[in-house]
């Protein structure tokens, strides 16, 4: 599997193949697929002459096209870190640059600190939900703008994938990972494909296969100051069946790292953000499978490192235990959910805050929020802060809206997990509808009612709201016909209630609402667990 080059390396790794002085000091990180030179403030990355079967890096002129198609690509999510492609040469030894034959390739790179990146800030309990928030945003976009490559998820080409990933591990069953294991999980994947193709079919339609990045990890994401901002490093670039895909296996693989790391609680919270920031609540349908799907790739990944001989003691027996652990973590996700999923339903006059407090409920408790206003938007064919004319709000619209919010939140309960519904729930048989579909997932089910007894709170907050961009189109004209129309909840309206003050400070209101839901079983995410 691999051409041994411990002359390069050794010649890299001295400073004066660089152009350096030789006090500066070279250091090498290896990996399964490139040597990776760090003097400086620089970064080489020399293609391994390897052949995994998924990438075939032999030949000099395949080092240097994926090279180039390494910059290429990682330039759309890190576009100021990737600076070209260099040529090795040999001349009284490898260098970078200078005169003689070119045998080798190059990328040259802007080193990155390490403290930036995800995984160190993971370590230092400093990767919170609100960074992952603005992860999840900033992966929305890209996917969005990035090519719809629809033949990438197909089923025999999803199946074929799966097939080779076993393959490729068969060879270290019974040494990183246990027969039971390695069955059961091509059982759960193999099972996913064929009895939930109508979920796989309906991802292609909604043209959610694009052309990705398709290594996500926390090493690979960096939180960086102005200008760069959020970057993500690294994507595959050696083929082609492993970038494009589909955009919930691009978010599950980052969600996967941070279950391996034992926080659940941000691996959901991370998955919640990025469903709404991609208004896509199909994802869930397909989740667990990707999930699984990833875990396996990382513990094959960890297992050709485990066994590569040219890799040096302590790298091997590090491999070793990650594969295991990712192997474990593979099969964990074909299981039943710990904690049983919840409907919450968030009500409550316009300008009462619902809106604020169902954003900071799906925070608190890590769960995605299905927004009327949103899926209003979204079903117009608008932008969420697009204004909306009264042909939305008809007896019609407002039926059909309901009726898609309640859909999407069925598609977040199918996977097991809990959902948080943001609408008005005017009418008793919104909220019974909602209540009844908790039933159905055997899930448990709450009525959050904002209460804002003044008026004059009402109609400040929706002026206010006409000064800055807004999801919501509502009026004193809206809000006075809602005044006349809306039901009060009945004794026998499916609960608990759970009544909240919405008319002073936000955090008070969460608070409230946190407490109330707690007494019925639902508890926040950072209290079931804690950093």
């Given at each position: 599997m691999t051409e041994p080059r411990p002359d390069l390396v050794r010649d890299l790794l001295r400073p004066q193949a660089y152009g350096a002085p030789p006090s500066a000091r070279v250091s090498l990180r290896t990996t399964h697929a490139s040597w990776v030179f760090l003097i400086g403030d620089e970064v080489w990355k020399v293609k391994r002459p390897v052949d995994f079967g998924f990438l075939d890096f032999r030949r000099l002129e395949d080092r240097r096209h994926c090279c180039a198609e390494e910059v290429r690509l990682n330039r759309r999510l890190a576009p100021g870190v990737y600076l070209g492609v260099e040529a090795v040469r040999l001349s009284r030894g490898h260098s970078i640059g200078g005169t003689g034959p070119i045998v080798d390739w190059a990328v040259h790179m802007r080193r990155l600190p390490d403290e930036a990146s995800a995984a160190s800030l993971l370590g230092r309990g400093a990767l919170d939900a609100g960074k992952l928030a603005a992860l999840a945003a900033r992966l929305a976009a890209f996917v969005a703008e990035v090519p719809a490559v629809p033949a990438a998820g197909e089923r025999d080409v999803l199946q074929r994938n799966v097939d080779e990933n076993f393959a490729q591990v068969e060879p270290f069953v019974g040494d990183v990972v246990d027969a039971a294991t390695f069955e059961e999980v091509r059982a759960f994947q193999l099972g996913a494909l064929a009895n939930h193709a109508d979920r796989f079919a309906a991802r292609v339609e909604e043209r959610r296969i694009r052309e990705g990045h398709g290594d996500l990890r926390l090493e690979h994401v960096y939180f960086l100051p102005p200008p760069d901002g959020i970057v993500a490093i690294d994507c595959i670039e050696f083929n082609d069946r492993f970038r494009n895909g589909d955009t919930a296996g691009e978010a599950a693989f980052l969600a996967m790292e941070l279950e391996a790391a034992r926080r659940p609680d941000l691996a959901a919270a991370f998955l919640a953000r990025f469903a709404e920031a991609s208004d896509d609540f199909g994802l869930y349908g397909v989740l667990d499978f990707y999930l699984s799907y990833r875990a396996w790739v990382r513990g094959k990944i960890a297992a050709f490192l485990s066994s590569d001989p040219t890799a040096d003691a302590a790298l091997r027996a590090r491999k070793a235990e990650e594969a295991h652990r990712d192997f474990a973590l593979a099969r964990s996700f074909s299981g039943v959910p710990v904690d049983a999923p919840f409907v919450i339903a968030v009500g409550g006059m316009i300008g009462s805050g619902k809106s604020t407090l169902a954003e900071a409920l799906g925070r608190?408790?890590?769960?995605?929020?299905?927004?009327?206003?949103?899926?209003?938007?979204?079903?117009?064919?608008?932008?969420?802060?697009?204004?909306?004319?009264?042909?939305?709000?008809?007896?019609?619209?407002?039926?059909?809206?309901?009726?898609?919010?309640?859909?999407?939140?069925?598609?977040?309960?199918?996977?097991?997990?809990?959902?948080?519904?943001?609408?008005?729930?005017?009418?008793?048989?919104?909220?019974?509808?909602?209540?009844?579909l908790a039933s159905a997932a055997g899930a448990r089910f709450a009525h959050v009612e904002t209460c804002c007894a003044q008026g004059e709170v009402l109609r400040a907050r929706l002026n206010e709201r006409r000064t800055r961009p807004s999801v919501s189109d509502a009026t004193d004209a809206e809000l006075e016909k809602l005044e006349g129309s809306y039901e009060p909840v009945e004794p026998d309206e499916p609960g608990p209630r759970v009544a909240v003050d919405t008319a002073g400070e936000p955090e008070l209101a969460v608070a409230s609402a946190l407490d109330q839901l707690g007494r019925v079983g639902v508890r926040s995410a950072d209290a079931q667990h804690p950093a």
């Amino acid at each position: 599997m691999t051409e041994p080059r411990p002359d390069l390396v050794r010649d890299l790794l001295r400073p004066q193949a660089y152009g350096a002085p030789p006090s500066a000091r070279v250091s090498l990180r290896t990996t399964h697929a490139s040597w990776v030179f760090l003097i400086g403030d620089e970064v080489w990355k020399v293609k391994r002459p390897v052949d995994f079967g998924f990438l075939d890096f032999r030949r000099l002129e395949d080092r240097r096209h994926c090279c180039a198609e390494e910059v290429r690509l990682n330039r759309r999510l890190a576009p100021g870190v990737y600076l070209g492609v260099e040529a090795v040469r040999l001349s009284r030894g490898h260098s970078i640059g200078g005169t003689g034959p070119i045998v080798d390739w190059a990328v040259h790179m802007r080193r990155l600190p390490d403290e930036a990146s995800a995984a160190s800030l993971l370590g230092r309990g400093a990767l919170d939900a609100g960074k992952l928030a603005a992860l999840a945003a900033r992966l929305a976009a890209f996917v969005a703008e990035v090519p719809a490559v629809p033949a990438a998820g197909e089923r025999d080409v999803l199946q074929r994938n799966v097939d080779e990933n076993f393959a490729q591990v068969e060879p270290f069953v019974g040494d990183v990972v246990d027969a039971a294991t390695f069955e059961e999980v091509r059982a759960f994947q193999l099972g996913a494909l064929a009895n939930h193709a109508d979920r796989f079919a309906a991802r292609v339609e909604e043209r959610r296969i694009r052309e990705g990045h398709g290594d996500l990890r926390l090493e690979h994401v960096y939180f960086l100051p102005p200008p760069d901002g959020i970057v993500a490093i690294d994507c595959i670039e050696f083929n082609d069946r492993f970038r494009n895909g589909d955009t919930a296996g691009e978010a599950a693989f980052l969600a996967m790292e941070l279950e391996a790391a034992r926080r659940p609680d941000l691996a959901a919270a991370f998955l919640a953000r990025f469903a709404e920031a991609s208004d896509d609540f199909g994802l869930y349908g397909v989740l667990d499978f990707y999930l699984s799907y990833r875990a396996w790739v990382r513990g094959k990944i960890a297992a050709f490192l485990s066994s590569d001989p040219t890799a040096d003691a302590a790298l091997r027996a590090r491999k070793a235990e990650e594969a295991h652990r990712d192997f474990a973590l593979a099969r964990s996700f074909s299981g039943v959910p710990v904690d049983a999923p919840f409907v919450i339903a968030v009500g409550g006059m316009i300008g009462s805050g619902k809106s604020t407090l169902a954003e900071a409920l799906g925070r608190r408790l890590a769960a995605p929020v299905v927004s009327s206003d949103r899926t209003r938007k979204a079903l117009a064919g608008m932008g969420a802060t697009d204004r909306g004319g009264q042909d939305l709000y008809t007896p019609e619209a407002v039926e059909r809206n309901y009726r898609e919010v309640l859909r999407r939140a069925g598609q977040v309960l199918a996977s097991g997990r809990g959902v948080i519904l943001d609408a008005t729930f005017q009418a008793r048989r919104w909220r019974r509808a909602a209540a009844d579909l908790a039933s159905a997932a055997g899930a448990r089910f709450a009525h959050v009612e904002t209460c804002c007894a003044q008026g004059e709170v009402l109609r400040a907050r929706l002026n206010e709201r006409r000064t800055r961009p807004s999801v919501s189109d509502a009026t004193d004209a809206e809000l006075e016909k809602l005044e006349g129309s809306y039901e009060p909840v009945e004794p026998d309206e499916p609960g608990p209630r759970v009544a909240v003050d919405t008319a002073g400070e936000p955090e008070l209101a969460v608070a409230s609402a946190l407490d109330q839901l707690g007494r019925v079983g639902v508890r926040s995410a950072d209290a079931q667990h804690p950093a």
